[in-house]
C-alpha cells in the first residue's frame, strides 16, 4: 500500500509520517507531486498553520484542485480538515468547500476556557469507519483556536466551550481535528482503520 502525505507549507508533516511508520506502512512518501499523489492507495492531509496563507499556497500550486479531485480515501488533520471546509474566520479564508461548514474561532465565554484548546479531550458519539470498534468515549489530543460547528458531515464531537465537530466524513473524505499521530493507541487505532479503509 502506497501512502502520500500532501507536503505544502504546514507544520507538523513528518510526525504523521513517524506514525504510520509505527503501523508498519513501509512506503510513505511526502510530497506536492500531483502525479505521485493522485497514484497513492490513501492520501493524507495533516498541518498545523494558518488558513489564509495556506489557501493562497495551495492555489499557487494548483493543490486544491487536486485534492478536491481525489477519489480514494483521503484523512484530512486538523488544519488539513479545515482547509476541507468552506470558509475560515482565519484570515478571512475561502477553502476546499469538500464539507459544507465554515471554521469559527472559539470564543471563551468563562475565565477558566483557554484558547487555543489544548491538551486530551474525549470523543463522543462517532459514527465513521474511522471509529471501527470505539464502544465508548475515547481520549485524543488537541491543539487548536478554530473549529468546526457541528453539522450534518460531523463524524464525531467533543465538547470545549461548546460541542464541536472533532471528526467529519464525506464519500472519500475524512477528517479529524484532533491529532491522532499524538493521540497514543487510541490514535493508532484510528489510522489503522483509515489504512483499511
Known amino acids: 500500500m502506497k501512502?502520500?502525505?500532501i507536503k505544502y507549507n504546514a507544520g507538523n508533516i513528518r510526525s504523521v509520517e513517524y506514525a504510520?511508520?509505527?503501523l508498519g506502512v513501509t512506503d510513505v512518501v511526502i510530497t506536492a507531486d500531483q502525479e505521485q499523489l493522485?497514484?497513492?492507495?490513501?492520501v493524507i492531509f495533516?498541518?498545523?498553520g494558518e488558513a489564509g496563507t495556506t489557501m493562497q499556497h495551495l492555489r499557487a500550486n494548483g493543490?486544491?484542485?487536486l485534492i478536491k479531485a481525489l477519489r480514494q480515501p483521503v484523512l484530512g488533520i486538523c488544519l488539513g480538515m479545515?482547509?476541507?471546509?468552506r470558509r475560515s474566520e482565519e484570515g478571512a479564508a475561502d477553502c476546499l468547500g469538500i464539507f459544507d461548514a465554515d471554521v469559527k474561532r472559539f470564543v471563551p465565554q468563562h475565565p477558566q476556557e483557554k484558547v487555543p484548546h489544548m491538551g486530551w479531550n474525549t470523543l463522543t458519539s462517532p459514527r465513521s469507519a474511522l471509529f471501527e470498534g470505539f464502544d465508548k468515549p475515547e481520549y485524543v489530543y488537541f491543539v487548536h483556536s478554530y473549529y468546526?460547528?457541528?453539522?450534518?458531515?460531523?463524524?464525531?464531537?467533543?465538547?470545549y466551550i461548546h460541542p464541536f465537530?472533532?471528526?467529519?466524513?464525506?464519500?472519500?473524505?475524512?477528517a479529524t481535528q484532533f491529532h491522532p499521530e499524538k493521540s497514543g493507541g487510541v490514535g493508532e487505532r484510528i489510522l489503522h482503520n483509515f489504512l483499511a479503509l
Do not use: I, W
Open 20 to 22: 504510520l511508520k509505527r
Open 3 to 5: 501512502v502520500a502525505v
Open 165 to 174: 465537530s472533532a471528526a467529519l466524513h464525506k464519500e472519500n473524505f475524512y
Open 82 to 85: 479545515q482547509l476541507m471546509c
Open 38 to 42: 493522485r497514484l497513492a492507495d490513501k
Open 46 to 48: 495533516p498541518g498545523v
Open 148 to 159: 468546526v460547528p457541528v453539522h450534518p458531515f460531523t463524524a464525531a464531537v467533543t465538547n
Open 63 to 65: 493543490m486544491d484542485s
